[in-house]
């Protein structure tokens, strides 16, 4: 297999390589009737260092004919500098760069009286010069120069570098937290970087519009950028440097490249993760997945979002039913955080990540997310009233972090393109990434008001949801239309997630929506919120069921809530209208569910035959959260029109299709439409269903080309997992040619970042199956009874830690006592199926990017057949849930 390095040395070799080929002018006569122009006064670059005729050192007057550069051994590109130690030469003066106090001077003749730099990759091009006094060096009122401390940084501290005579037309650096245009993204990604090889550079500060440059003195200052040798510096390795604070990825070795001998990829696969959730809630994550300055900016002290003792965590407190508080010091003690149940903090920093990559991830799908209504909680509780909630901008801004982190990670690898992190937008690219030895990112969208079809109850509606159109009046209404053409269509808002390049789809995420019901999982967090997202809670019950879900969840205190409702209220919004879940050996022609789950919840408020159901038809729910006592309830919102229309959409523009969160019965009824299709349009499931999936649709999916991996709960239930779901895939493809059965891998959802507690340490294990540090994946027994590894290097894992800038441990974690602490701990999650698994569970882990892929290649090939014949409705698709219509079986 191929593997790579990105030593500055191998990168150097490689752009000498790849820039210096072709034919170039090195005077003479071009053309018999023109005649010779000397090199040095012909207008050109003849020695690709960015420097042009007398602006080029090698050239000492007009008649020169040659180009012969003094630095040419230390020409490079823009990106080349990243996390190396340099120094400063002025080209005016050909004196370096040293430190004078408080200011800064071209006074040392030689490189080792230099004042070293450490070059931070902020962006593409892009860097804060850390000096041995650990202080960036920085604008203040130009043209004095200041310096901060790295945890003090702005955009003063910025430089962007280029070489000189550099004219190329860079695409901007895509910006965190805000949307892009699909000019934008479209900009970027079809960026050809001519990687220009330059001896010389200028450094801007893009803040102040301002340039550094030696003054008449000698001084390093800042002036208006002009054209001129003061403001020309060659950039040379220097010793000597601070190092930058950063976390550690905690692994030694190369991380595997190239495929399998049959073409195929190697790596497992997290299929469902929110990398991106850094702002989610309105605010109520804390930290970032990146930032242009560090760890220092991305992972610290949590007090300005959660208050000086963590009390302030409102939406954390409420889904770990623990309001006590946390202690708020990130970086580098992380006393409190982060860890597998403090759900509202930053786990998947980009170095978390990394370890992850060299464990083996090759494909992670990243779902943008928010909550509008969880949202809303947190803004009015923060006392922001101008925070946007709309989900739909909110992932939008997403995705511009997601690709501001590609830029940022590329930065960090010395290059566009280089580094382990590639957004991809079709299989085919993906392919090419994951041959590269690099990790896939596909984005993927979990919204609850997807495409802005945010649904209003009206209780006196006619319509039954098969029917239902969205019109308004005393029918329900929804935010977003069918009618194309229109700001609010959801073909529209389709486009403009597409052109984002998304490319899965949750369509349906914690409350109904104009599709259809929500998957109930959960009993009364999200019934509340289905009823405020639903129409509203608009009376003073808003501050009394915040207050309620800021503190301790009393029963007592839910009852009297719920029994008042009516009375205290106008109903707008509805609870969740339900029927009885099938029950697994009971219900007639019902398979049973899938990993030993269950469909829907038992829903703890008031209690039949004490109250009267409201729900519509008379079903439990509606506007009165009544419903039978013990009896688990799943959802009779089922497919509405503008559902199957926009299940058709998303098939006709290639969307993989995540049922997850669907109404079980709705599975059935997305099954049906996608087995109509030619060939079959794949379903899959990312991370453990939710509102229960049954056997039968397992296998429907199996055998359609889709796949099903669970969330991550422990290695322990994920090999459970694992061995159910391949006796489900053998039976679902029995009666099939060996040559056209799918693939069979099992992957993960880890849900990171998504309100999700992470992995568990194991608890009762025999001696020898204890994680020990360090330990090497990619080798020992089971490894080795795997062909697939036979020339894969072993990697090896220290104990994930945090150290401060001194490089004293501050903080370890061990995977045995806290589990999946943060992201790159899944290398632990690996390293416990090595121990306690089989060579074959840990194949299909490491054939899971690979089923990915496939069945994103079967979504693709099914779009073709539905442009070519059209799209397949089935007879009816749209109906009832039960007891009017039959059990999803």
């Avoid at 630095?71 to 130690?85: E, F, H, L, P, V």
């Avoid at 501290?157 to 650096?173: C, I, M, R």
């Avoid at 330059?198 to 208006?224: H, K």
Wanted: net charge negative; glycine share 12%; with cysteine.
């Amino acid at each position: 297999m191929v593997r790579h390095t990105f030593g500055a040395a191998g990168v150097l070799a490689l752009l000498l390589i790849a820039g210096c080929g072709g034919n170039q002018n090195l005077g003479g006569t071009p053309d018999g009737d023109q005649p010779s122009v000397a090199v040095c006064a012909d207008g050109l670059d003849n020695d690709a260092d960015g420097l042009i005729d007398l602006n080029d050192p090698g050239c000492d007057s007009a008649d020169d004919t040659s180009e012969e550069n003094l630095a040419s051994a230390g020409s490079k590109t823009r990106y080349a500098m990243a996390g190396q130690c340099w120094a400063l030469r002025s080209v005016a003066n050909d004196q370096y760069v040293v430190r004078d106090g408080a200011a800064y001077r071209t006074d040392a003749a030689d490189v080792t009286g230099a004042e070293p730099f450490f070059f931070k990759a902020t962006a593409l091009g892009k860097y804060a010069l850390y000096d041995s006094q650990r202080q960036l060096l920085s604008v203040d009122s130009p043209p004095a120069l200041t310096q901060v401390g790295s945890a003090d940084a702005t955009d003063e501290s910025e430089w962007t570098v280029l070489g000189l005579g550099d004219a190329t037309d860079y695409p901007p650096t895509p910006v965190y937290h805000t949307e892009p245009s699909p000019e934008t993204v479209a900009a970027y990604r079809n960026f050809v970087d001519p990687n220009g090889l330059y001896a010389a550079f200028t450094l801007d500060s893009l803040t102040t519009d301002t340039r550094l440059a030696v003054d008449d003195s000698g001084a390093l200052v800042t002036v208006a950028a002009a054209d001129g040798d003061s403001q020309s510096f060659a950039i040379e390795p220097a010793s000597g440097c601070a190092a930058y604070p950063e976390a550690s990825s905690n692994f030694s070795g190369t991380p595997f490249s190239g495929t399998q001998a049959d073409g195929t990829v190697l790596g497992h696969a997290d299929v469902h993760v929110h990398i991106s959730a850094s702002e989610f809630l309105g605010g109520a994550e804390w930290g970032r997945p990146y930032h242009k300055f560090g760890v220092e900016h991305a992972l610290g002290n949590c007090s300005a979002s959660h208050g000086p003792t963590g009390q302030l965590d409102l939406v954390g407190g409420l889904f770990t039913n623990d309001v006590d508080g946390h202690a708020t010091d990130g970086y580098p003690t992380f006393t409190d955080w982060p860890a597998r149940g403090m759900l509202t903090h930053e786990a998947i920093y980009w170095k978390w990540l990394e370890r992850s990559w060299a464990a083996g991830l090759r494909l992670a799908v990243n779902d943008l997310v928010d909550n509008e209504t969880l949202c809303e909680l947190q803004r009015n509780a923060a006392g922001n009233p101008t925070e946007d909630c709309n989900s739909m901008n909110n992932a939008g801004r997403q995705a511009g972090t997601m690709y501001g982190m590609q830029d940022y990670i590329d930065a960090q690898y010395g290059g566009r393109g280089k580094g382990f992190f590639q957004i991809v937008h079709d299989p085919a690219e993906a392919r090419t990434v994951i041959e590269d030895g690099k990790m896939a990112v596909v984005l993927g969208i979990e919204i609850s008001n997807l495409f802005d079809c945010k649904l209003t109850y009206q209780p006196a509606r006619t319509q039954t949801p098969a029917q239902e159109d969205g019109s308004g009046g005393i029918e329900n209404s929804y935010g977003c239309t069918v009618e194309e053409g229109q700001p609010n269509s959801i073909l529209t808002q389709m486009q403009r997630v597409h052109d984002w390049g998304v490319r899965q789809i949750i369509s349906i995420h914690e409350f109904d929506n104009a599709f259809g019901g929500n998957g109930i999982f959960d009993g009364l967090v999200l019934n509340l919120g289905n009823r405020e997202n639903s129409g509203g809670i608009p009376s003073g019950d808003v501050a009394e069921i915040t207050g309620l879900l800021s503190g301790n969840l009393d029963p007592a205190q839910v009852t009297e809530l719920a029994e008042n409702l009516q009375t205290t209220e106008t109903p707008t919004g509805e609870f969740w209208t339900t029927y009885d879940c099938p029950i697994e050996g009971e219900t007639q022609d019902f398979t049973g569910y899938l990993w030993g789950s269950s469909g829907g919840s038992s829903q703890s408020f008031l209690s039949q035959p004490l109250c009267v159901p409201t729900g519509q038809g008379g079903r439990s729910g509606g506007t009165t959260p009544c419903y039978p006592a013990d009896l688990r309830q799943c959802n009779a919102r089922w497919m509405t029109p503008a559902g199957l229309y926009t299940y058709g959409k998303m098939m006709e523009l290639g969307f993989i299709f995540d049922f997850d969160h669907m109404e079980m019965g709705m599975k059935t009824q997305a099954l049906e439409l996608a087995e109509a299709q030619n060939p079959v349009y794949p379903l899959v499931s990312t991370h453990g269903t939710f509102g229960g999936t049954t056997i039968d649709q397992a296998a429907r999916v199996l055998r359609g080309g889709g796949f099903l991996y669970p969330s991550n709960g422990s290695s322990r239930g994920f090999r459970d997992d694992l061995d159910e779901t391949f006796g489900i895939y053998q039976m679902a493809v029995s009666d099939m040619p060996a040559e056209q059965r799918p693939l069979f891998g099992f992957g993960y959802g880890t849900d990171t970042n998504g309100l999700s507690s992470q992995t568990g340490p194991r608890g009762d294990f025999e001696a020898e199956d204890a994680v020990v540090y360090p330990y090497t994946l990619f080798a020992g027994d089971v490894f080795d009874a795997l062909p697939a590894f036979a020339n894969v290097e072993p990697v090896q894992f220290h104990q994930p830690s945090s150290t401060d800038a001194d490089g004293v441990i501050q903080r370890t974690w061990h995977q045995d006592i806290d589990g999946n602490a943060h992201h790159g701990m899944l290398s632990g999650f690996v390293e416990e199926l090595r121990l306690e698994g089989t060579a074959d569970q840990i194949g299909h882990l490491y054939n899971s990017a690979e089923v990915f892929l496939q069945t994103w290649e079967r979504t693709e090939a099914s779009r073709a057949g539905i442009a070519a014949n059209g799209l397949q409705v089935p007879d009816g698709v749209l109906r009832p849930a039960p007891p009017e219509g039959a059990i999803a079986p």
